[in-house]
């Protein structure tokens, strides 16, 4: 029987390589393929916070091998998010034009080899080259995950489909600490990078035959280049400036001319956004429904959540704490995580909508770092602040998350999804930023204190965004299709 859709036919040569294969039929007309689809997503959901929480376990270990600083040390991780910054939003564009499953496939080849690389790396530089090309993987993965949820899952599925994803997100976040700390202080730092790859091996085969091809598309759009250098320019200008005044091996001048060149990148960002005809960020779509305070919250979360993550591992590093122990300690924030972004429907009372949530979510975070700011750094005394911080961002993020991505049109989903992600690359980056100024600046236990104190600072922020009471349109937290694309956490 002919084939009259011409995405069915198979191209020949070099075509093959921007050809979306359909699944098979005995996997696409099961009633459970959606599951299968989901279930392959959630590998990228998976190795994407496996991997944002592994790394900074290897910070001792990597300023030890390198004899580096760490403000040149928390590169590995800046680079990292920097390019996801820089990438998510044209890679979501790219992706709504071109096929989500394509660029999720390739992502998912880069980011592996790219993981094998930097477990390899001679040097300290080389080793952030090869994060860079990892974050490009990544961008790919990340940029498509949500659309590929949401396409793949029928209506009445979705709250199942987007609690599977958080569900992958949060084993990856909550197993990155215990793994990284097991991997550095038995085989190495290497093999943290090492484990990417047989994950990202079984994933590749798995969604060349699981994935759905993507039967809607948008008009190719030219990619907003300019746009894209003013606004890596920007944030690495900033983060650069941030590591000058943190101890990286730079005159102190160097600091200012830095954050001028942020400021002034930054300006003529925005300005080429409001001109352009193709704008990498839609500022009229900014300004409607309350999507600017919704990511800018969901920023000081993401600060929040990553934060401890470097600086826990440092503080129990100067008392003489292994990387093994670190990490089963600092599990308990994740582990928080998790169980909040997986169970909270069934705990919260159902008429609770997105900014109740968000507001109790963003109390608790107040609470928690408050807690860690007047408590000492002990072994005994984290694990309970650190489950609560962990509890209240998994009540806080997808709340707040739905409301962005419900004030977004379905169409622009790739798009919108990229947009979230690239506040969570954002404000993870200043999250390892501001913890290794804070400690550069306020040697010692004194430093400890005022980290934790500037992360509760950025807590408060987040609970300003959501402060003023909801209105009729903030919608009940429940599903609503293809816009409830926000769970990714």
């Not at 002919?2 to 040569?13: K, N, Q, T, Y």
């Not at 050809?19 to 007309?29: F, K, Q």
């Not at 190495?188 to 484990?195: D, S, T, Y």
């Not at 001109?275 to 500022?283: C, G, I, K, S, Y």
């Amino acid at each position: 029987m002919a084939i009259s859709d011409p995405d069915l036919r198979r191209p020949r040569g070099w075509a093959l390589l921007t050809w979306e294969r359909p699944r098979p039929d005995l996997i696409r007309t099961r009633p459970w393929a959606w599951r299968l689809a989901v279930a392959t997503v959630c590998f990228g959901a998976f190795m994407g916070q496996l991997d944002a929480s592994i790394v900074t376990l290897t910070y001792q270990a990597l300023r030890g091998q390198f004899h580096t600083p760490l403000a040149a040390v928390q590169w590995v991780s800046l680079a990292y998010m920097l390019a996801l910054v820089a990438l998510l939003i044209p890679v979501g564009r790219l992706s709504d034009a071109h096929g989500r499953k394509l660029m999720y496939l390739y992502g998912f080849a880069l980011f592996t080899a790219a993981s094998a690389a930097c477990g390899l790396a001679p040097t300290l530089t080389l080793l952030i080259v090869f994060r860079v090309l990892q974050a490009a993987g990544a961008a790919m993965l990340q940029a498509n995950s949500v659309a590929l949820v949401t396409t793949s899952a029928p209506p009445n599925k979705m709250r199942t489909a987007l609690g599977m994803q958080a569900a992958g997100q949060a084993i990856g976040l909550a197993l990155g600490p215990t793994i990284g700390g097991a991997l550095v202080d038995t085989i190495g730092w290497r093999w943290v990078f090492g484990i990417n790859v047989p994950v990202g091996i079984i994933a590749l085969i798995a969604g060349h035959y699981l994935l759905p091809r993507t039967r809607q598309r948008s008009t190719t759009n030219r990619v907003d280049l300019p746009g894209i250098l003013l606004l890596a320019t920007s944030t690495t200008a900033l983060l650069l400036g941030l590591s000058v005044a943190s101890g990286l091996g730079l005159p102190q001048w160097a600091t200012a001319v830095l954050l001028t060149l942020a400021v002034t990148a930054g300006w003529a960002f925005v300005r080429r956004q409001a001109r352009t005809t193709n704008p990498l960020v839609d500022l009229a779509l900014l300004r409607s429904g309350g999507i600017s305070p919704g990511l800018f919250g969901g920023l000081c979360a993401y600060l929040v959540l990553f934060g401890p993550l470097v600086l826990v591992p440092i503080g129990l590093a100067r008392q003489g704490v292994g990387a093994l122990t670190s990490g089963l300690i600092l599990t308990a924030l994740p582990v928080g995580f998790a169980v909040a972004a997986t169970l909270a429907d069934r705990v919260l009372p159902p008429g609770w909508g997105n900014r109740a949530r968000s507001r109790t979510g963003a109390l608790g975070c107040v609470l928690a770092l408050g807690l860690m700011a007047l408590l000492p750094l002990r072994e005994a005394l984290l694990p309970a602040p650190l489950v609560l911080l962990g509890l209240s961002l998994g009540v806080f993020l997808p709340a707040n998350n739905t409301a962005v991505m419900r004030a977004i049109p379905t169409a622009a989903s790739g798009t919108g999804g990229g947009m979230v992600n690239m506040t969570r690359g954002l404000g993870t980056a200043l999250g390892v930023a501001a913890v290794t100024l804070t400690l550069h600046l306020a040697p010692g236990t004194a430093g400890l204190t005022a980290a934790f104190a500037v992360l509760a600072a950025f807590a408060l922020l987040a609970l300003a965004t959501v402060a003023r009471p909801a209105s009729p349109e903030s919608g009940s937290g429940g599903s609503s299709g293809g816009a409830d694309a926000s769970f990714e956490l």
